[in-house]
Structures are given as structure tokens and as C-alpha cells.
T-cell receptor
Framework: ETGVTQSPTHLIKTRGQQVTLRCSSQSGHNTVSWYQQALGQGPQFIFQYYREEENGRGNFPPRFSGLQFPNYSSELNVNALELDDSALYLCASSLGASGRAGEQFFGPGTRLTVL | QQQVKQSPQSLIVQKGGISIINCAYE??????FPWYQQFPGKGPALLIA?????SEKKEGRFTISFNKSAKQFSLHIMDSQPGDSATYFC???????????FGIGTKLQVIP
């Protein structure tokens, strides 16, 4: 069973640029969530995708957008990068089901630095 | 608005001692309370989790105590080891929609 993988591991961008981060979910999982973890803080929920549809969004501006593909892998896109976007971006996969929340399994993250 | 409050933010425990981390939540719609362990440069890893229909769950040296009426839960690490040194996050999520709300984290250092 393959775990959650993310690419790239590290990324350096300049302010105003755009970035795309990628995530492959764990085998058998159909739900992907993205989180932003600033240094010294807990992860903050960005949004979640369930069967290729957005299934909830946290308090992040529209320049944060995402996609989920038929194989349940996912992308996080951030436009017009700002210095405060520098963080560890985490992807988590889970098996979506109605009724009860379930376990989420996290990838190693992508460290984004905005200069 | 911090929906899951965690304390302390840092903790130093001697090897063999008990590490205790406390969390409190506000949203009564939460029905799943996981704890995550994170090492530097890694993503959080699920350690142990509990649902509000039980008051305690134990897995090896790790125990969650849950008080539904007080809306509080805690993690106890028995016989703490230097390898347990990491950042621990309590978290909570609700029905049908799997957003996980994290606490601020506790950096645990176990000294020999």
C-alpha cells in the first residue's frame, strides 16, 4: 500500500508568481484535503476535494484553488504569491463516507518559500 | 477564533516520566478527536484517536482521556522516551465533512 506522496519537496518562488503543488493520495482513498502550516503553528485547512468536487473550504482567498483528478490525485494552485504564503503545504487523504469523520493520512509536505 | 485550544505549548519531561497535553474544544458538532505526532521536516502522523462515546482509549504507552461534558480531552504518554520528542497536535473534526481543526501544538522534549 502506497502512502500519500507530494511533489516537489521544496520550492522557492518570488512574490507575484504562481505555483502548483501536487499530491497523490493513498491507495483506496477518494478524498484529499490541503492544509497550510506556518512555522510554529498547527496546520490550517485550505479546502477538501471529494470525488473531484470541492467539499468545503477554509478561510483562504480565491487565489488558492485546487483540482482533483479521476485517479483522486490533486493539485493546489496559488496565484499572485505573497510573502505570507511561505509555509509547509500538507496534503492529506482519507476514505470519504457520509455520516462520520474519518482518519486522514498526511503526506510529507511541500516547503514553499516566497522571496 | 481558535476552536481547539491546546496547552502547554512546550513541555520538558525526564525519561520515564509522564507527559500530559491538554486540549479543549468549543464546537459540540465535533465527533472525532485525533492526536498527531510530527517530527521536524515531516508531515503529521496519526497517533491515536477517540470518539465522544468513550471516555478513555489506550494504545501502548499512549492514552487519551475524554470529558464530553467539559469539552476537554488530553493525551498521556507513559514512560516517556527521548524518541517521543516531537510536536504533538490535538485535533477535532465533525460529521460528514472531514475538515480537521488543529490545536497550536505542543513541542515535547524528553531528556535522558
Amino acid at each position: 500500500e502506497t502512502g500519500v506522496t507530494q511533489s516537489p519537496t521544496h520550492l522557492i518562488k518570488t512574490r507575484g508568481q504562481q505555483v502548483t503543488l501536487r499530491c497523490s493520495s493513498q491507495s483506496g482513498h477518494n478524498t484529499v484535503s490541503w492544509y497550510q502550516q506556518a512555522l510554529g503553528q498547527g496546520p490550517q485547512f485550505i479546502f477538501q476535494y471529494y470525488r473531484e468536487e470541492e467539499n468545503g473550504r477554509g478561510n483562504f482567498p480565491p487565489r488558492f484553488s485546487g483540482l482533483q483528478f479521476p485517479n483522486y490525485s490533486s493539485e493546489l494552485n496559488v496565484n499572485a504569491l505573497e510573502l505570507d504564503d511561505s509555509a509547509l503545504y500538507l496534503c492529506a487523504s482519507s476514505l470519504g463516507a457520509s455520516g462520520r469523520a474519518g482518519e486522514q493520512f498526511f503526506g510529507p509536505g511541500t516547503r514553499l518559500t516566497v522571496l | 477564533q481558535q476552536q481547539v485550544k491546546q496547552s502547554p505549548q512546550s513541555l520538558i519531561v525526564q525519561k520515564g516520566g509522564i507527559s500530559i497535553i491538554n486540549c479543549a474544544y468549543e464546537n459540540t458538532a465535533f465527533d472525532y478527536f485525533p492526536w498527531y505526532q510530527q517530527f521536524p521536516g515531516k508531515g503529521p502522523a496519526l497517533l491515536i484517536a477517540i470518539r465522544p462515546d468513550v471516555s478513555e482509549k489506550k494504545e501502548g504507552r499512549f492514552t487519551i482521556s475524554f470529558n464530553k461534558s467539559a469539552k476537554q480531552f488530553s493525551l498521556h504518554i507513559m514512560d516517556s522516551q527521548p524518541g517521543d520528542s516531537a510536536t504533538y497536535f490535538c485535533a477535532a473534526s465533525g460529521r460528514g465533512y472531514q475538515k480537521v481543526t488543529f490545536g497550536i501544538g505542543t513541542k515535547l522534549q524528553v531528556i535522558p
